[in-house]
């Protein structure tokens, strides 16, 4: 299993991205698919998660902010970002959950400032 996250950069605050995360070598329409993040000193968090039959899960700190989808005839999970803070400034990760095993992907740095 291989997930290439892409769509990080830098951004002003107020601003939005959308990060992609392409997975391959898994059947990616069974799985829960996760967005993670993690900022400079702090531990991993979980930002997002929808499962295979589109169940949604936020946490509190993005929540009517960032919307995670899925495309599954693409193999792809995306994480629309408005109304970006400066709190939001992580590396961010998508995870998939196949058969009770993670996968990770190689993370993709949002930077939010002025």
């Known amino acids: 299993v291989q997930l290439q996250a892409s769509g990080g950069g830098l951004v002003q605050p107020g601003g939005s991205l959308r990060l992609s995360c392409v997975a391959s070598?898994?059947?990616?329409?069974?799985?829960?698919m996760s967005w993670y993040r993690q900022a400079a000193g702090k531990q991993r968090e979980l930002i997002a998660s929808?499962?295979?039959?589109?169940?949604?899960t936020y946490a509190d700190a993005v929540k009517g902010r960032f919307t995670i989808s899925r495309d599954n005839a693409k193999s792809t999970v995306y994480l629309r970002m408005n109304n970006l803070k400066p709190e939001d400034t992580a590396v961010y990760y998508c995870?998939?959950?196949?058969?009770?095993?993670?996968?990770w992907g190689q993370g993709t740095l949002v930077t939010v400032s002025s």
């Open positions: 995870n998939e959950d196949y058969f009770g095993v993670d996968y």
């Open positions: 070598g898994s059947i990616f329409s069974i799985n829960t």
């Open positions: 929808i499962s295979s039959g589109g169940s949604l």
